[in-house]
């Protein structure tokens, strides 16, 4: 079983930044991937921000050059920075990791986490 908590979300005038914090522990193998997502309400839930166990990233255009994401792998956190958000920003933001565990690590697992609420004012 494999846990995520996720912290830094709270509520920021545009223009302005926040870093989200999400860590993952248990019977953990390897992390394939790390990722964000984020929904607002009455749409669907949309990616953000990924990052590959080899450091590739990638953004949708929406949030390219405001959003970067990285990884520690170290602590198995992957943060988030997000500057000169938008009131459009605004959402629950989830965090999802593709883990391999113990017993079996052939076999990949997606997890989630409990989300994040980031409110952009304008």
């Known amino acids: 079983q494999v846990q995520l908590v996720e912290s830094g979300g709270g509520l920021v005038q545009a223009g302005g930044s926040l870093r989200l914090y999400c860590a993952a522990s248990g019977s953990i193998f390897s992390i394939n991937a790390m990722g964000w997502y984020r929904q607002s309400l009455g749409k669907q839930r949309e990616l953000v921000a990924v990052v590959t166990s080899g450091n590739s990233t990638n953004y949708p255009d929406s949030v390219k050059g405001r959003f970067t994401i990285s990884r520690d792998n170290a602590k198995n956190t992957t943060y988030r920075q997000m500057n000169s958000l938008k009131p459009e920003d605004t959402a629950v933001y989830y965090c999802?990791?593709?883990?391999?565990?113990?017993?079996?690590?052939?076999?990949?697992?997606?997890?989630w986490g409990q989300g994040t609420q980031v409110t952009v004012s304008s």
């Open positions: 999802k990791v593709v883990v391999t565990t113990y017993p079996y690590p052939n076999v990949e697992y997606n997890y």
